[in-house]
């Protein structure tokens, strides 16, 4: 992600999509969702691979089509200022041209199912914080209230 520097472009589409499309219905439901990613919340950049102990949410990431939730609200804010007819810069593509080269690569979701995982490999929560026997305890907690099943559809 870093390496993209997808939330920088974010933030930078974000401003021309206020300036030149701010009264469309369609920016004012996009921008609630871009504006979780634009705020600094570290849990969109830490940029490793996401282990959760919930399927479902396993496959709604997975079901994004660049694999990260950052990436795929980036690519729908550029559709969006396409549909508009609004141009991006060229000194703004030419910056993340790496990030625009996506645009032709055909992406498909992996999910792996990983048993016995020790928490030893846990390396951070996904806001950053290093507290991952708290997010443990809220997980077992959740599996005994709800059960396996409910929590792991």
Not at 3 to 30: C, G, H, P
Not at 96 to 113: A, G, H, Q
Request: net charge neutral.
């Amino acid at each position: 992600m870093k390496n993209f520097r997808v939330i920088e472009l974010l933030i930078k589409l974000e401003i021309i999509a206020d300036k030149k499309i701010s009264n469309s219905t369609e920016w004012q439901y996009s921008k609630n969702i871009v504006s979780r990613f634009t705020l600094k919340n570290k849990m969109y950049e830490h940029g490793q691979v996401y282990l959760t102990p919930c399927l479902m949410q396993a496959r709604s990431y997975a079901l994004n089509i660049y694999g990260s939730e950052a990436f795929s609200e980036t690519f729908k804010l550029i559709e969006l200022l396409d549909r508009e007819k609004v141009e991006i810069p060229f000194v703004i593509i030419d910056e993340f041209k790496s990030f625009f080269s996506l645009r032709s690569v055909n992406c498909e979701p992996i999910i792996f199912r990983l048993h016995d995982l020790s928490k030893d490999y846990i390396l951070c929560n996904e806001d950053g914080s290093q507290d991952v026997d708290k997010t443990i305890s809220l997980i077992e907690s959740k599996i005994k209230k709800y059960g396996f099943e409910k929590y792991d559809p």
